[in-house]
């Protein structure tokens, strides 16, 4: 990007006094997006001027397609250059132009152009500011396709820093990105290299596109015959612009990146992908689409939330089960899908909750690839814990009933100069680094295979009888003792204990066997309600990979203890003389 963005985000200097700095944005972007656009057509516009006084509505789009190649085109007679030659006229010929696009450029709606130009032509900003933009050579023999992206998102960080905005809800950050699309691509190595290769990726949280973008490029790295072809589904009305500007950029089907709620409506209803990538927000609670994600939940196996729902006040686990719907079947040869999260979803909610179901759902059905979790700091908005989840439905035979833990909190570089939270960064070594401990699939200090039964447990409900008055068992009718609710108690018993290979199947015997020696010793007139156990799941990753660190001897803290007050005596002494 080289000094392109500054540059960029300099021309809000000619907006200083009249708008805010939480309002820079809602000019500078789609004015950059446009100047991008007017390149791009750069070397066709006399074509499509002469289209236009030929032909009209459908007859016009396939002209236009067949004879600049482009999936756009705009109809009007101006150009950044014509626009500067009338400046009387400024206002009315520029809202002209960016009227004059095809209806599939509906991006300047979301920034409400017309208004943005005409609030600068009545503050007399419209000509420095179209003047400016005219100077910046945004065409793609000189800013490549992912220099532009990089500059939306630098444009996008800039802003939100302005106006104390998460700049972490609008992007990921690229190293975040590349360590997911090569877990992602780590399975099809040799197929992905083959001649004529065809993928396609999704995004359900698109935001400006960049993981997207960054898929795109992985794989061009990788194969440049290779094609892949991208959608996206975005909320936000102008991350949902700029990402659909970025695949006009790049030769995409811009009618693949739609805007809406997901969780709300799936644009890609029915529509399975390869690839699968997503960064949902963390603890952002679902309220606007709960009676829709309800209603679905209780469609059962036609729904794509019928595992389970999580609590309204996170929807995380909701785009988790949203992209197990969207990989490509097993049967036509599977898809993976990889996806950020915090560490709730590896152990929040008690057996039988939401949370603990959708669990048991991905690992009983052999979903869950690997977790890998990353370096805390590493997003711009947040510095908790962050884990990659893979999934894939077609598992390799050495992966399936197992689940592979990389623990990559370690594997990072401080970063020169932080962004927001983010102070940290994964190298390109490091991030090979990781691919590699997954390739090889072993166990090691910071990689754990864990057969999928490992992570279930029972809670069982343990009952002691209720005394009466005379300190007699108080019985019911059929004579059994009543249970003491005070002295109720639960015990979770992990489906592994005591040896057991049967998992679920061997849920009698293995109770029994812990009952008889974590419990019986202890209480001996307790017994376990049966009709009260439940089934969970979790992923204790941190005690996983937890090491015991000895505390240090007490001589040696003792002689620290004593070197401090002899300095802190020293420094009273100072002070008194």
């Known amino acids: 990007m080289s000094n392109l963005g500054p540059f960029v985000w300099s ?65 009007s007679q101006y150009d950044f250059d014509r626009l500067l030659k009338d400046p009387d006229q400024l206002r009315e010929n520029l809202i002209e132009y960016v009227t004059s696009f095809s209806s599939n450029i509906d991006v300047f709606e979301q920034f409400g152009f017309e208004q943005v130009i005409s609030t600068l032509d009545e503050n007399n900003r419209l000509y420095l500011v179209v003047e400016k933009f005219a100077g910046v050579n945004l065409h793609p023999k000189a800013i490549s396709n992912a220099e532009m992206g990089d500059l939306y998102e630098h444009l996008i960080y800039k802003f939100a820093e302005a106006s104390n905005e998460e700049a972490g809800e609008h992007y990921t950050p690229r190293d975040a990105i590349r360590l ?18 065809v993928r396609t990726v999704y995004d359900p949280t698109a935001g400006t596109g960049g993981m997207l973008s960054v898929a795109e490029e992985r794989l061009s790295e990788r194969n440049p015959n290779a094609r892949l072809t991208l959608f996206g589904q975005e909320i936000n009305g102008q991350s949902y612009a700029i990402c659909k500007s970025d695949m006009i950029s790049k030769g995409q089907d811009i009618g693949n990146i739609r805007r809406g709620d997901t969780l709300i409506d799936d644009h890609f209803y029915k529509r399975t992908f390869d690839f699968c990538l997503s960064n949902p927000p963390y603890g952002v609670d679902w309220k606007a689409a709960e009676k829709v994600v309800k209603e679905e939940h209780r469609t059962g196996g036609n729904g794509r939330f019928n595992a389970g729902l999580p609590p309204v006040g996170d929807g995380q686990m909701l785009f988790l089960q949203h992209l197990v719907s969207k990989m490509r079947p097993a049967h036509e040869g599977g898809g993976r899908a990889g996806i950020v999260l915090n560490g709730s979803p590896l152990f929040t909610g008690a057996a039988e909750s939401g949370p603990s179901k959708i669990r048991q759902w991905l690992l009983e059905e052999d979903l869950v690839d690997s977790i890998i979790a990353l370096p805390t700091d590493m997003f711009f908005n947040t510095g908790i814990a962050t884990f990659i989840w893979v999934l894939d439905n077609n598992k390799q035979p050495e992966r399936q009933g197992t689940v592979q833990l990389i623990d990559a909190s370690g594997m990072w570089t401080k970063m020169r100069k932080g962004m ?49 008055d005379d300190g007699e068992i108080a019985r019911d009718r059929k004579g059994k003792p009543k249970p003491d609710s005070k002295k109720r108690d639960t015990e979770n018993v992990p489906f592994t204990y005591g040896g057991n290979t049967d998992g679920a199947d061997g849920k009698d015997t293995t109770i029994e066997a812990y009952f008889a020696a974590e419990v019986a010793p202890h209480v001996p007139d307790a017994w376990v309600d049966e009709k009260k156990t439940k089934v969970g799941y979790e992923i204790p990753f941190t005690r996983i990979f937890y090491k015991y660190v000895p505390p240090r001897p007490l001589e040696e803290i003792d002689k620290d203890l004593e070197a401090k007050i002899a300095k802190i005596l020293t420094m009273l002494k100072a002070v008194e003389a």
């Not at 001027?49 to 396939?62: C, Y």
């Not at 691509?185 to 290769?197: I, T």
């Not at 992570?455 to 409900?461: A, E, K, L």
């Open 420 to 468: 927001g939270s983010k102070r940290r960064e994964i190298s390109m070594g490091q991030r090979d680094e990781i691919v590699a401990l997954y390739d090889a699939h072993d166990d090691s200090e910071t990689s754990k295979i864990m057969p999928t039964d490992e992570f279930g447990y029972w809670t069982i409900t343990v009952e002691r009888p209720l005394l009466d």
């Open 11 to 75: 021309i809000a200097d000619q907006l200083r006094g009249v708008y805010k700095p939480h309002q820079y944005g809602s000019i500078v972007l789609p004015f950059t997006i446009l100047r991008r656009l007017d390149a791009l057509m750069a070397t066709n516009r006399d074509t499509m001027r002469h289209l236009a006084s030929k032909h009209t509505g459908g007859v016009l789009d396939a002209q236009m397609r067949k004879a600049t190649g482009l999936s756009f085109y705009n109809t």
């Open 180 to 197: 997911m699309v090569d877990l992602l691509f780590a399975e099809e190595q040799e197929s992905l290299l083959g001649e004529g290769v």
